[in-house]
């Protein structure tokens, strides 16, 4: 159920939201699936909604830095001085996972002892945050492993019962990336986004290299696993195979820039960005996969760009959307 952000509406939502049930509110980096994240049975909703495995935890966002420690425990001086600086990254797309405070379920953390924290900073996420007065435990708002949602109208395909406030399209495009600060000493990014390692390093004021890279070994975010974010097509990189040696079939192409000029018989072809600006390619990455899925391919063939800045965020997603099944 798709609704205009009235006042009204935001009022709604909040309540809805007080009351234990599911909204899906825009955020900058993708649509969330909220409730209350104080509240387990509520909670186990969004787990059955999305179909997710109850050993991934969920996001609680709150709506101001001030209400950081309602969630998560501060303990150290070390700790509190990395949060006071990583908090001038907020709001935006960023996680912080962070030791956590009791009275936040173990649903919420699949029982782990930390909690992953964001302030977003869409206007709507904010104003029903801020009228909800709650944290709000919220994944993404798309089915367990597929495509995240960048728009409502993706949100209403998998969730047509659920309340949607309808943001537009999400300006960033992909999930926030996610820094672990539980060892202060050796913070650790655990999923890239669209705040890269160099600012992350800035505000922390220390050099780049004194932050650690998504770990291998066992998997501490969804984001992590080898195949996710992943359509029912298969995808392939451009620049891994040859288009003239392939079979006759049905074949999409999502392009980064105009200037790719390819004489190729594709099926679809679907540029992202004129001049193929990172930002742009962020931003309508997640549509193009959804569309070009919806088309009954039978093979998505993607470009690929530079992994500098949120270019990094990008390959990630499509390296992990075109895994083979594992
Ligand atoms: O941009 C975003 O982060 C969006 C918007 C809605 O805020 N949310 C999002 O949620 O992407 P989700 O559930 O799709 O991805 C959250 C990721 C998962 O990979 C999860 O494993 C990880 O965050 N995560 C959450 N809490 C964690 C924790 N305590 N330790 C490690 N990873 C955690
Ligand atoms: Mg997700």
């Given amino acids: 159920m ?16 007080r009351n234990g049930e599911l909204v899906s509110f825009p955020t900058e980096t993708v649509y969330g699936l909220g409730t209350s994240a104080l509240d387990t049975k509520a909670v186990e909703k969004i787990f059955t909604a999305k179909g997710r495995p109850s050993n991934n935890p969920l996001i609680v966002h709150v709506s101001s830095i001030d209400l950081i420690e309602s969630v998560a425990l501060i303990e150290s001086e070390n700790l509190r001085t990395s949060l006071n600086r990583i908090s001038k990254l907020w709001p935006g797309p960023l996680t912080v996972v962070l030791p956590k405070k009791r009275n936040v379920p ?10 992953g924290v964001r302030i977003p900073s869409h206007p709507i ?28 109208l993706h949100v209403h395909e ?6 949607i406030l ?53 998997v501490l975010a969804a984001g992590m696993m080898k195949k996710h974010y992943a359509p029912k097509t298969p995808i392939k990189f451009l620049s891994e195979i040859d288009l003239w040696e392939l079979p006759p079939m049905r074949i ?11 004489d190729f ?20 990455l997640f549509a193009a996969l959804r569309e070009q899925d919806s088309l009954e391919l039978d093979l998505i063939v993607v ?24």
């Fill in 265 to 284: 018989d594709f099926h679809a072809v679907y540029t992202l960005s004129a001049n193929g600006d990172l930002n742009d390619i962020a931003q309508r």
């Fill in 166 to 218: 309808d943001g537009g399209a999400c300006s960033v495009g992909i999930e926030s990336t996610i820094l672990s600060l539980i060892d202060p000493e050796t913070p650790t990014l655990l999923r890239y986004g669209a705040i890269s390692k160099e600012k992350i390093a800035e505000a922390l004021g220390v050099p780049s290299d004194a932050i650690q890279d998504v770990p291998d070994g066992p």
């Fill in 106 to 115: 173990d649903i919420v953390s699949a029982s782990l002892p930390t909690v």
């Fill in 125 to 152: 996420a904010k104003q029903l945050l801020e009228a909800a007065g709650i944290p709000i435990a919220g994944p993404s708002a798309n089915k367990s492993n597929y495509v995240s949602a960048t728009t409502a």
């Fill in 303 to 326: 470009d690929s760009c530079l992994e500098t800045g949120i270019g990094k965020a990008i390959m990630d997603r499509l390296r992990r959307a075109a895994a083979k099944d594992v």
């Fill in 158 to 163: 998998s969730f047509p019962e659920i309340p």
């Fill in 2 to 17: 798709i609704l205009t952000p009235t006042a009204e509406n935001i009022a709604l939502c909040a309540s809805q939201l």
């Fill in 252 to 262: 999409g192409f999502i392009s980064f820039s105009e200037h790719q000029h390819l």
